[in-house]
């Protein structure tokens, strides 16, 4: 299984929005079901969205419906998280998880929306 790298994090106003990519490292990434996973402090961790191999099939959470957007480059090993209207709920660590035999997570990037 790959490394998995998150980035794109950050500070955000309600209302702003945020990028996130995560790159895979390897040669199978064009086989990883990917999927971005939330924890907010005192809750349990949450699946956001997945986006299946060829990247033609994707489910969201119905909290993040109609703001977030998965995507993914199979030429770049790396699946994106497009969050648009932020509002403070969506304030979590978010983490990249990789699923192909065996699952692969990454570190983890803090996304705060605060005015």
């Keep these: 299984q790959g490394q998995v790298v998150e980035s794109g994090g950050g500070l955000v106003q309600p209302g702003g929005s945020l990028r996130l990519s995560c ?11 990917m999927g971005w996973y939330r924890q907010a402090p005192g809750k349990q961790r949450e699946l956001v969205a997945t986006i ?3 990247g033609g099939s994707t ?3 119905d909290s993040v419906k109609g703001r977030f957007t998965v ?9 994106y998280l497009q969050m648009n209207s932020l509002k403070p709920e969506d304030t979590a660590i978010y983490y ?20």
């Design 23 to 33: 790159v895979v490292s390897g040669s199978l990434f064009s086989r990883y079901v």
């Design 52 to 54: 299946m191999p060829s």
């Design 59 to 61: 489910n969201y959470v």
């Design 71 to 79: 995507s993914r480059n199979n030429a770049k090993n790396t699946v």
């Design 96 to 115: 990249c998880n990789a699923k192909y035999l065996t699952d692969s997570w990454g570190q983890g990037t803090q996304v705060t929306v605060s005015s």
